[in-house]
């Protein structure tokens, strides 16, 4: 009985006539198969979130080693890829909260000063968009841009030029869900540094897929 | 005809009065960009639907803001999925393997 059972799940589930439930996977759990099942899935999940190779297999790494430690805690309830993930994403945010205590804060990184030709301009409207500097028409339209493989690559260089503490915050929010007094109180900023941070990545991510992208031709 | 002529000048002069009277692009983007973020205080709402209607590059700035927010969330979707964005290297992998049968 127990043979044709096994039989009958390692010809796949294709052949199953019946409706009756899939086994849960609470038994299926096979730490020496989840570097093949999931370190690929894992490793893009930390790379797209710490945008850098070694620090992404580092945190793959330690994710699995704590996975393994708490194998009991286990509950079968999730699957397996939603349960490495969730220990994932705690050990991307202590990666993160590392990598910015290494660097210290640069007022830099709050200074909005790069923006100021932005809004210069030669009449009374002071302070308003330059006439030739200002968000443009699209050329190009976000609903295809988001269908190309291309485009997800510039807006990656566009993350890339952003100054590391900045883009950690942007991608925190943006990716993670934190929420700001989360961010704030894990990377030491103030509310009021949060928000100029969060505003100086959009400024530039804005304007760096507008160059780059949807004022090219195609 | 002249009529339309008369609302549009009508129309031009208000959104000049509000560009003048009301706080500047520079201020208006940095409430926008919270807008994306956080619900917006009463005061913050009625400054920036104001500044929206005198301004169209401001309009701009909010429509492909909140698109960059998007194809962010996109691009989390498709990278955890997509081959193209990379893997482990093969080193890695065989380190994490014989880090994890050491640990277990």
New interface residues.
């Given amino acids: 009985m127990i043979r044709q059972q096994t039989a009958r799940l390692a010809a796949g589930e294709t052949d199953r006539m019946d409706n009756t439930p899939i086994p849960t996977v609470e038994w299926n759990i096979d ?2 198969a ?2 093949d099942d999931h ?3 894992l ?3 930390a ?2 979130r710490l945008r850098d ?1 070694v620090r992404a ?1 580092d945190v ?2 330690e994710t ?2 704590a996975a ?2 708490h194998l009991s805690s286990y509950s079968g309830r999730a699957t397996e890829r939603t349960w490495l993930t969730a220990i994932l994403k705690h050990k991307i945010v202590d990666q993160i909260r590392k990598s910015c205590k290494e660097v210290p804060f640069e007022p830099s990184d709050t200074d909005l000063s790069e923006f100021d030709p932005l ?1 210069e301009r030669p009449d ?6 330059s006439d030739t500097l ?5 050329n190009r339209s ?1 609903e295809d ?2 269908q190309q ?1 291309e ?2 690559g510039v ?2 260089r566009c993350m890339g030029k952003l100054p590391e503490r900045v883009a950690h915050v942007f ?1 925190l ?3 993670n869900e934190l929420d ?1 007094e989360e961010i704030c109180s894990l990377l030491e900023l103030s509310t009021s540094n949060f ?1 100029v941070m ?2 100086r990545a ?2 530039s ?2 304007r760096c ?2 160059i780059n992208w949807f004022m090219k031709a195609k | 005809m002249s009529e339309l002529t008369i609302y549009q000048r009508i129309t031009k002069f208000f959104r000049r009065t509000i560009l003048r009277t009301f706080p500047s692009c520079k201020e208006i983007v940095h409430v926008i960009s919270a807008s994306l973020d956080r619900p917006l205080t009463l005061r913050e709402r009625f400054l920036m639907k104001l500044h929206l209607f005198a301004c169209k590059p401001c309009v701009r700035y909010l429509d492909q803001s909140a698109f960059v927010s998007q194809a962010i969330k996109i691009m989390d979707e498709r990278e955890k999925l997509d081959l193209f964005a990379g893997s482990l290297s093969d080193s890695a992998r065989s380190r994490i393997k014989s880090a994890l049968a050491t640990a277990s």
């Fill in positions: 730490p020496a989840w570097v370190g690929d899935y490793f893009r999940y790379l797209v190779d297999e793959v790494q699995l080693l393994l430690q809004f009374e409207f002071k302070g308003h968009w200002s968000p443009r028409i699209w976000p841009a988001v493989d485009f997800f807006l990656q991608t929010r943006e990716m700001t928000w969060m505003h959009r400024m991510l804005r897929i507008e």
